[in-house]
């Protein structure tokens, strides 16, 4: 759906991308993550057509966005941080006045402005004043502009910020919907927001790719070590000392006690070693009761930290 080759943003002697390369396939939602300044805002800029790039090219769908402008754009919806809304609008209004901007045929608009409305659940709002609107329900309109004309590819820039628990999950929720029909691509500082909702991350900084896959596999990369979490019944020092005895165990620590009768151990492996089956021989033949054993893998905020470290 989108082909970004090479791209390369100067700002005089300051390089903000630094030979981008990134394929977003059809029908994929992506994160799109970075601490700030890293050029994720530019690059954004750079895909809608809204400012040009120093050298590489972004294609929409096999058109370029700086050789056929309106054309490619038209297969763009684009929400930024700051929804573009008219607060003395009432949402039909601004809706119409988003319709004619995209050329939508005057025979057309009222049954698009009916079906954004029902995708972005805002019907029982259509004659309200945006700005007597939450937060959230203009988050909403704002996102209803972006889907008229049904776009392939919609960029959403920090489409919850500001918003309450209630409204967060909701939008969450309707993002997980939309993108069911279009490729997304989710720019968020709150990353369990992205590990809820996107296939596949990427993580920028100083204008360059530092990771890229889904949460899973960015935590599994990025873990230096295999631990497995244990929660058992029995005497806890004397398991976790039976447990040292395994060759490939690197550390045995006890954790706070969770569930009453029991502990919780946090093992460690030597690198690269798999010791679940081990653990599970091991524990057998001493008649332990496992009411749990999980892998501990690193969250996409650690992946976050690590990558983007100084």
Wanted: hydrophobic share 40%; with cysteine; glycine share 6%.
């Amino acid at each position: 759906m989108v082909q970004i080759e090479n791209l390369v943003k100067r700002y005089g002697q300051n390089v903000v991308l630094n030979g981008l390369n990134l394929t977003i396939n059809d029908g994929e939602i992506l994160g799109f993550l970075g601490p700030n300044g890293a050029g994720k805002s530019t690059t954004m800029n750079i895909i809608t057509g809204y400012i040009s790039a120093s050298e590489g090219s972004v294609k929409i769908d096999g058109i370029d966005i700086l050789e056929k402008p309106k054309e490619a754009k038209k297969k763009i919806g684009y929400l930024p941080e700051l929804p573009p809304l008219y607060m003395d609008m009432t949402v039909e209004e601004y809706l119409k006045f988003v319709c004619k901007i995209k050329d939508i045929p005057s025979k057309d608009v009222f049954e698009t402005i009916q079906r954004v409305c029902d995708v972005v659940k805002i019907s029982h709002h259509r004659n309200r004043l945006i700005k007597n609107l939450s937060k959230g329900y203009k988050q909403r309109v704002g996102l209803a502009q972006a889907i008229i004309g049904n776009p392939e590819l919609l960029i959403l820039d920090e489409p919850t910020v500001g918003l309450d628990p209630k409204e967060i999950i909701e939008i969450r929720n309707l993002i997980k919907e939309i993108g069911k029909n279009h490729t997304v691509i989710l720019s968020s500082h709150i990353l369990s927001e992205v590990s809820a909702v996107c296939d596949r991350v990427i993580i920028i900084n100083k204008g360059e790719i530092v990771a890229t896959g889904t949460p899973d596999e960015l935590a599994k990369k990025f873990s230096y070590s295999n631990k497995i979490l244990l929660r058992i019944k029995g005497n806890g020092k004397e398991i976790a000392a039976m447990l040292k005895d395994i060759n490939e165990v690197e550390k045995v620590e006890i954790q706070d006690t969770v569930e009453k009768g029991t502990f919780d151990i946090l093992v460690e492996a030597k690198q690269n070693e798999d010791i679940r089956e081990k653990l599970f021989w091991k524990l057998s033949k001493a008649e332990v009761p496992v009411l749990m054993m999980k892998p501990v893998n690193l969250s996409l905020e650690e992946v976050f930290l690590q990558v983007t470290a100084q």
